[in-house]
């Protein structure tokens, strides 16, 4: 059993309750860095006092910074189509939605928008389909991919995608994909099967078993996540994370990144309110964590939020967020929201915008991919992050890719911004050989080179 309904409801019962001993004890374990249990997470996840609070957010900052330190990774999601055969009451793609206008980018289309994201600077996309047994069918999508790959400079792809076969998900992996990621919406069974009422996706059962699929396919790293406000966010944060767990015992790797999107408004959804609402501190407490229930985990996070939410989690937990979103296939043309998006989109800021943002903070945007281009995935990946390896890598090739952005795409503020924040970023590197590395590297973009990693 992968998921246990009452395991779970029992320790959320039983941890409503939490002497100040209990409770520090717990923060001591978090701080190890070695993760939290289900009834350790269930304690935090239950606490409402201000200054519990406030220690739970101290330490989801310090692990965030020990383990990634202050680089946030930058993508942008790219519809292909928004045709679907499922009915889930909370999509605007979903089946019965007649007001959608339905659409399925043709190759050269994908190429077209791709482009337009390049030119922005975006590096690594996802690709996102609705489920259709010809729209969205494998050859599409492997064929999106080989396109996008010859035609631009998109030095990643990954993948959210309906569940697949074993061998489907060898041959996604034999296109070159990064991350395939699929969220279970809810894991609870009785409000799964009310939110999806008809389609393959209304069979929980196989959709909670995709990541088996996928990894027993021989594909490195998965993504999952929960749309938050289906059901009791508490249950679903200790169920997604029972998910982990499950995987970490089976194959010795968990999930590469979790996803925390809430619901959002979508044009034609069913369903117009909220049924389990999050509030905005609760949603900060949930990524606090996360964060440190699975330390070595990427938290994303998409523009479904704030531009001032976003922020404040950014030193949180989140490792990665979207920038520039369009949730409609052909909507990084069209521009503007249409009644082909799948939900609204609160952050509009551009990429540059947002990675403006980002320095501001004293934060690096990243636009590496170089873990995928060295072999540094899966269980590889988790080791040297588990080590404490993985931070020093990560900083020094998103200064490279900061430069490479600051040179090619940004404003010139934003320009002017990122040479300051590399200049001092590059002070703080103790090895003088590897400061003379980077430097020379720096040097090799400001002249031109492109794709420069270590």
């Known amino acids: 059993m992968i998921i246990n309904e009452h395991e779970i409801n029992k320790i959320l019962e039983e941890s409503a309750k939490c002497t100040p001993e209990e409770f520090t004890r717990i923060i001591e374990a978090g701080r190890l860095g070695k993760g939290l249990s289900l009834s350790e997470t269930a304690v935090l996840l239950n606490t409402t006092e201000a200054e519990r609070l406030e220690e739970i957010f101290s330490l989801a900052r310090e692990l965030k910074d020990r383990i990634y330190g202050k680089r946030i990774v930058l993508f942008a999601p790219l519809y292909l189509t928004n045709k679907c055969v499922n009915n889930c009451l909370y999509c605007g793609f979903r089946a019965e939605n007649k007001e959608l206008n339905r659409r399925t980018l043709t190759i050269d289309e994908i190429i077209e928008e791709v482009k337009l994201l390049e030119g922005q600077g975006h590096k690594r996309l996802l690709l996102v389909a609705g489920e259709h047994p010809v729209d969205s069918r494998l050859e599409y999508i492997t064929e999106a991919i080989e396109k996008i790959y010859e035609n631009c400079d998109i030095r990643r792809l990954n993948i959210n995608s309906a569940p697949m076969e074993t061998g489907e998900f060898a041959k996604l992996k034999a296109a070159g994909i990064g991350t395939y990621q699929c969220f279970q919406e809810t894991y609870h069974k009785e409000t799964y099967k009310k939110m999806h009422p008809s389609g393959k996706k209304s069979d929980y059962e196989y959709r909670l078993t995709v990541m088996d699929r996928a990894i027993e396919a021989g594909i490195d790293d998965v993504g999952m996540g929960v749309l938050f406000g289906l059901y009791d966010y508490r249950f679903d944060a200790l169920a997604l994370l029972q998910h982990a767990a499950y995987l970490e015992e089976k194959y010795k790797c968990g999930p590469h990144t979790i996803s925390v999107p809430r619901l959002r408004p979508a044009p034609g959804a069913h369903i117009e309110e909220v049924q389990y609402p999050i509030s905005d501190e609760e949603f900060i407490k949930l990524v606090a964590i996360i964060r440190i229930a699975v330390p070595y985990t990427g938290i994303i996070l998409s523009t479904r939020e704030s531009q001032a939410l976003r922020e404040t989690l950014l030193s949180l937990g989140v490792s990665q967020i979207s920038a520039g979103s369009s949730t409609s296939p052909g909507g990084y043309k ?58 020093n890598i990560c900083r020094y090739n998103a200064l490279l890719t900061l430069k490479e952005y600051g040179e090619t795409y940004a404003s010139n503020s934003t320009r002017e911004s990122a040479a300051e924040l590399i200049d001092i970023l590059m002070e703080e590197i103790d090895d003088p050989r590897l400061k003379e590395q980077i430097k020379i590297k720096l040097e090799k973009i400001q002249k031109g080179e492109r794709d420069l990693y270590i």
Do not use: W
């Not at 609160?346 to 990243?366: C, K, Q």
């Not at 995935?377 to 404490?388: C, P």
């Open 334 to 391: 069209e521009t503007k929201h249409s009644v082909s998006d799948q939900f609204y989109t609160n952050d509009n800021r551009s990429l540059d915008e947002v990675s403006a943002s980002i320095i501001s903070l004293g934060m690096v945007p990243s636009f590496c991919t170089a873990c995928y281009r060295v072999g540094r995935t899966g269980e590889d990946f988790m080791r040297l992050v588990k080590a404490g390896k993985m931070k």
